[in-house]
Structures are given as structure tokens and as C-alpha cells.
């Protein structure tokens, strides 16, 4: 099927980033596009929105501060031992890739299974890596969630205290997490508006669900909550983020 075309103002977003962060505009014109395509209910659709996401962040975000401002680099992952929720779409679009790599089903399957019942924030003390890290590197590096692009920290000390127990945060920069912000709430808006299951799911359990069974994907578009026994419950739409959410959606839903 043909997808709708992008308005000016995404087409400009996908070539040149937000780095300081969406304006009104930008935001209502991406979140009512996104929402457009993931009406389609179509691996099509839905992978160019989840792809979509990925270019706006990563031209968004590189420039937002100097170079060198984080530490993250290659072959640093302590990050991949914590708890990853992704959207189904973003799952949708990993499964697509990771089927041509059959052998990683059951590395997924072996994390899910020990994690069940398991709190995300008890997740660290596990010391238990994402099934997806691979010789020390994130296998699936372009098609990594947003939440995982999205994860930068100032010092790699943060990372290792709060990954043994300590009681560091993770400290990032203002205007970075401000820009990364509205792009991930531009995608939790689309797909709230889309009619669809806006909740964040454990990354190795659905994934592992997915390698299995590619029809879910099916069976997800038509409102089945397949993915319940993953759904991690930290998609909080309340409080300060509910009536920016709100607008949002209403926004991108009424006819032009
Ligand atoms: S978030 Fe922390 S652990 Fe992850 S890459 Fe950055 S510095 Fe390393
Ligand atoms: S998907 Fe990649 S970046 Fe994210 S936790 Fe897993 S290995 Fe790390």
C-alpha cells in the first residue's frame, strides 16, 4: 500500500533534526504524521515511523551539546545490565531484523525467563545483560529502542555506582533530555492517538514473543494485548506529562 506523505515540516525535521528541541508546531505536525501511518496498522507503516523516530533523534541529539559532553562511547555498556522498555512498534521493526539471525531467540528467551516477576529497578542488582549485547557491543545498533539511543550520561562513574547499588543518578545535560523529551513524547502521543497500546514492554521478553510467533504483530494492530505478560508499567501518563499528553493527542487527531 502507498503511505501517506510527510508535510514539509517532517521532511525538514528527518533532514535536519530538532537539536534544541520541537517547536509547537513541529511537534503537532510530526505526532499528527506518525499517527497517520500507524493508522495503516502495517509492518510499512509502522516500520517508517519507528525508522523516522530514530533519524529525528539522532540529528536532533548530536548537536545539542559540544562533543565529548557525555561519556558514552562503543564497547561502554553497563547501561545494557539495567531494565529496556520499548514500544511494540519499535519491537515490531527488531523482530523484522532479527529473524534474519535465528540463533539470538534463545538468548532472549534465557534473559526473559529469568526476569519474570523480576521489578525493572531491581533489574541491576542481577547484573544480568541485555540478550542483545553482544561481544560487548549492542548488536542491533541501528535499530536500537529509544529508549536505549536516548540514555546518555555525563560520567561512566554514575553508571557504575547505581549498577552496583550506589545511590548516584545518572546525571545528563538540561537541553539534551529537554529535545530528546519531546521526541519521545511525539512517538507516545502518535501512538496513543493511533487507538494503540501506548505501554512500554521488557525488550527481551517481547522480542523472544515476537521471534516465535510473528503473527502477534497482527493480533496487536487489532487490539489484542498480546504483549500484557511484558508490559513493564512504567508508562506513567499521569501527572505532569497527562494534559501536555492530552493536548497532544488532540492536537494530531482533529481534521486539519
Ligand atoms: S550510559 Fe553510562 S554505561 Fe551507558 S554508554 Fe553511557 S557512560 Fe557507558
Ligand atoms: S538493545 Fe542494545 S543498547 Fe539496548 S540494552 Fe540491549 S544491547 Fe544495550
Redesign the pocket.
Known sequence: MSLPKPPITVQELVARGAPQGMDEAQLVAVTRYWRQLLETRTPEGNDHVVGMVGNIAQRSLANVVPPGTFACKRGC?H??H?H?GLFAPEAFRIARQLRKTPKVRDALAGVAAQIVGVKPFDRPAMRL?????VKGA????PF??H??RAFMSIDVADCIDSLIGGPRQIRSVEVYDRAEGRIGLAFLAAVTAAGLFARSYE?NGILAMLLDDPGLEARWYAGEDVFAAHDDGLTDTRGAIAETLSDLVFLATRPL
Do not use: E, N, Q
Not at 549492542?138 to 545498533?141: L, Q, V
Open positions: 555498556f547501561c545494557c539495567w529496556v545483560p541485555c540478550a542483545l549485547l549492542c548488536s542491533i545498533h536500537r529502542p529508549s536505549c525488550i
